[in-house]
Every structure is written in structure tokens, then in C-alpha cells.
């Protein structure tokens, strides 16, 4: 049974940081893409970030590229979500997910783990 359990959310204000952790449990996670995703009021869930788990391969949505990154600690069982230069449009609830293959997907779909989500304020 794999849980996930995402903790850091807050507010942080227009160009500060914040670092999203998410703990993963329930088994070992090689082979895995662990990602994350956000959903701000009145939107779709849309896709922020994914690792490899046992590459570290990582891929990022336009929108935050060059200012979020992605990593994940094997011994911890942690993935991170590191967002710098935080803007308005950030503020979201922030979901880790997990999914059982290498093969990429930016798909809510194809991720069958979730955690319960952190907020996420940025303000101006």
C-alpha cells in the first residue's frame, strides 16, 4: 500500500521560496516516476514537476521551468519540490503522485497514488 504525505506548503510572498517535501511510504519506489501537480481555484489539476526514482530524470511544465527543481532522497524516501522566485500565479494546492513505471506521462490519469495536497500562497 503506498502512501504519499506532502508537507511545506504556506505563504511565502511574490519572489521568495518554499520547499514542498513529500513522504512516500508502502514499498520500494525504483522504477517509479514520482511527480507533482497543482490546482488552483476554478482550474484542472495540471502537471508542475517529475523525477525518475532511480535516475533522477527530471522534467518540469514551461510555466516553471528555470525556477522549481525537482529531487528525491532514496535513503528518505522523500521527493522535494524546491520553488524559487515564487509568483502570484503559483498559488495553488500542490499534490505529490506516484507512478509505477518509468514511462513518462504528464497525465493525471496514469498516476494511481496521490497525497491529500498543501497550500501554497503566494502573495503580491
Known amino acids: 500500500q503506498v502512501q504519499l504525505v506532502e508537507s511545506g506548503g504556506g505563504l511565502v510572498q511574490t519572489g521568495g521560496s518554499l520547499r514542498l517535501s513529500c513522504a512516500a511510504s508502502g514499498g520500494t519506489f525504483r522504477g517509479y516516476i514520482m511527480g507533482w501537480f497543482r490546482q488552483a481555484p476554478g482550474k484542472e489539476r495540471e502537471f508542475v514537476a517529475g523525477?525518475?526514482?532511480?535516475?533522477?530524470?527530471?522534467s518540469y511544465a514551461d510555466s516553471v521551468k528555470g525556477r522549481f527543481a525537482i529531487s528525491r532522497d532514496s535513503d528518505k524516501n522523500t521527493v522535494y519540490l524546491q520553488m524559487n522566485s515564487l509568483k502570484f500565479e503559483d498559488t495553488a494546492v500542490y499534490y505529490c503522485?506516484?507512478?509505477?513505471?518509468?514511462?513518462?506521462?504528464?497525465?493525471?490519469?496514469?498516476?494511481?497514488?496521490w497525497g491529500q495536497g498543501t497550500q501554497v500562497i503566494v502573495s503580491l
Open positions: 523525477v525518475t526514482w532511480s535516475s533522477g530524470i527530471t
Open positions: 503522485a506516484a507512478k509505477p513505471s518509468e514511462v513518462p506521462s504528464r497525465n493525471r490519469g496514469w498516476y494511481p497514488y
